[in-house]
């Protein structure tokens, strides 16, 4: 029990500034697309002169802003679940539902880093249309998200496990703050 509670504290350590920086580079992103799209339709309808590159450059900054964004919600709860299930069992059983869970999205994502990776290594010969820029950067989301998302499921699989003993230090349904991240 002390192995995984050593396990849980090292990875709060380490997944609490990871997903800070992954909460500002979301907004970041979120404020490039906005300028970008704009820019786009002003020099489009107003200026009458389209950018070729500016709808390119908004489809790929969001397919980083999903990667960078989803550890967060993880962290949080905030992706689709059903929570009538683990909420209708004993604590424990709960508790042993979420480490089967958490292990079977470590299986997931332990995929999709190796074929992200397969494709960002195949891409970086090509390059984008408008902009010249390898793919690889593009494809690149694939196995950081991954990765970020891994560190964050390892965690509450370790969060699960160390629960199965002590229900009120597992994972919590929509309450994952209290399983040490925070709301912000």
């Not at 697309?33 to 950018?51: E, K, P, Q």
Request: include cysteine.
């Amino acid at each position: 029990m002390r192995a995984l509670e050593f396990l849980v504290n090292a990875l709060t350590r380490v997944n609490a500034p990871l997903l800070v920086a992954c909460r500002g580079l979301t907004v970041a992103l979120v404020a490039a697309i906005a300028v970008v799209v704009c820019a786009g339709v002003f020099w489009r309808y107003v200026l009458n002169d389209a950018l070729a590159w500016s709808e390119e450059t908004a489809k790929f900054l969001m397919v980083w802003l999903v990667f960078v964004a989803a550890p967060v919600a993880l962290a949080r709860g905030g992706h689709a679940s059903i929570d009538a299930l683990p909420a209708a069992l004993p604590p424990r059983v709960a508790q042993a539902l979420y480490v089967l869970i958490y292990a079977l999205v470590l299986c997931f994502l332990a995929v999709l880093v190796d074929q992200g990776w397969g494709f960002a290594l195949n891409a970086r010969v090509q390059t984008t249309p408008t902009t010249g820029v390898s793919m690889m950067y593009v494809f690149a989301s694939m196995p950081a998200g991954g990765v970020l998302m891994a560190l964050v499921s390892l965690e509450l699989l370790a969060r699960a496990l160390v629960g199965i003993a002590d229900p009120s230090r597992g994972v919590h349904l929509t309450e994952h703050e209290q399983a040490g991240f925070s709301p912000e």
